[in-house]
């Protein structure tokens, strides 16, 4: 079993759709982050949480530490918003991340 | 914000050959860098960890002799792949983090090696 799961594997959306991702994790963590990896292969961050919520232009994301899970929201998506979001934790013990096999986002015009 | 990037973009080299990826914090001071690996349709391997003036930690299976890791300043560090061969085409990514209390990594571009 992943220490690190996220659903759905997939995800096809109209444009304009509220879109969330979710990420589950098995033991208790300092830090998750949400990525965004484009069909060329870069990633960038799009959040770093240890608690609560966070928002940024449309994308919010939040994190209950008690439930382990952590989602990822898009209000309104957009084709351009079509990649794979990735979410990846960070142990107390370890300096390593450990990432989720990604969800494949394809939004459609 | 914090940027990341790498140097080269894609290269494609013949099997042999070695090959030299940059990857650079640009506006901060990275106490640590990470070097990723990504197979096509996979998630990010960790490769190795480095900090700054000190030898790299490899993760278990990755040869230290094929991937050599330097970290000579807190802006750049460099992967060279050597004797390159095809099944070592793959995306390679790096991660820069400026250290504590900053937890965060920032990561580059990656660069798509191509082995002929």
Redo the contacts between chains.
């Keep these: 079993k992943n220490e690190v799961e996220q659903s759905p594997q997939n995800l096809t959306a109209q444009e304009g759709e509220f879109i969330t991702i979710n990420c589950s994790y098995s033991v208790g963590i ?2 998750l ?1 949400w ?1 965004q990896q484009h069909p060329g ?5 799009l959040f ?1 949480l240890s608690s609560g919520k966070k928002k940024h232009g449309r994308l919010i994301a939040t994190i209950n530490i008690q439930e382990k899970h952590s989602s990822l929201h898009i209000t309104a998506s957009h084709p351009r918003d079509s990649a794979v979001y ?1 979410c990846a934790v ?1 142990f107390p013990s370890t ?3 450990i ?4 969800t494949r986002l394809q939004v459609f015009p | 914000g914090a940027v990341v990037s790498q140097h080269p973009s894609r290269v494609i080299c013949k099997s042999g050959t070695s090959v030299k990826i940059e990857c650079r914090s640009l506006d901060f001071q990275a106490t ?1 860098m ?1 070097w990723y690996r ?1 197979f096509p349709k ?3 391997m ?1 490769m190795a ?1 480095s900090n700054e003036g000190s030898k790299a930690t490899y993760e278990q299976g990755v040869e230290k002799d094929k991937f050599l890791i330097n970290h000579a300043s807190l802006t750049l560090s460099t992967l060279t792949v050597t004797s390159a061969h095809p099944e070592d085409s793959s ?1 390679y ?1 790096c991660s820069a983090r400026p250290g504590p209390p900053d ?8 660069t ?1 090696l191509t082995v002929l």
């Excluded at chain 1, 990432?99 to 990604?102: E, L």
């Excluded at chain 2, 937890?103 to 990656?110: A, D, K, L, V």
């Design positions: 300092s830090a982050h990525l292969g870069g990633i960038v961050s770093m990735i960070k300096d390593k991340l990432f989720g096999t990604g | 640590t990470f990504q996979q998630s990010l960790l960890t995306f990514i937890n965060e990594q920032f990561f580059g571009p990656g798509r």
